[in-house]
């Protein structure tokens, strides 16, 4: 009888475990779908210095800012502004090549750099995947498509 309890409590187990896996991946799914967008403003106090250090950032391709002749120079200073600001103040990685063990777990992770629709969508994608609260840089990432900001081809965080 001992042993039907053992069992029963081990499929039980089991069956929680199996319903916990398919509601993150529910949840990564919409995730991926519908990715979610954060300003490194939420970080600032009112004087515009850091009062949380808790996003960490994953900046993806920064050369091909710096190298992209087809964005006028203005939109890439800007960019690059904000990635050094980002470089400066906040934990980061670069990605490519990517190693998972560079990035913090239990941390907001904020996807940034070029661009919104490859490269940052799909480093946002795998991080989400792998079960990291990720987010799309609002500042920091270049659009695919020129004269449209990036954070206007994501829905922005509620």
Known sequence: MSEDIDIDKLFDEADAEHKKRLEFEEKAKERIKNPLVK???????????VKDKSPFYVVV??????NNQERDEETRQRLLKELDFIEHNFDYTTAG?????????GRPIIVCGAYDAICVGQQHDL???????????????MPFTP???????APKQG
């Open 39 to 49: 300003s490194y403003q939420e970080f600032l106090d009112e004087e515009g210095h």
């Open 61 to 66: 391709h920064k050369s091909e800012i710096e």
């Open 97 to 105: 090549p990517f190693e998972r063990a560079n990035v913090p777990e």
């Open 127 to 141: 991080l989400i995947k792998g079960g990291y609260d990720a987010y799309i840089s609002k500042e920091g990432t």
């Open 147 to 153: 004269n449209k900001p990036a954070f206007e081809q």
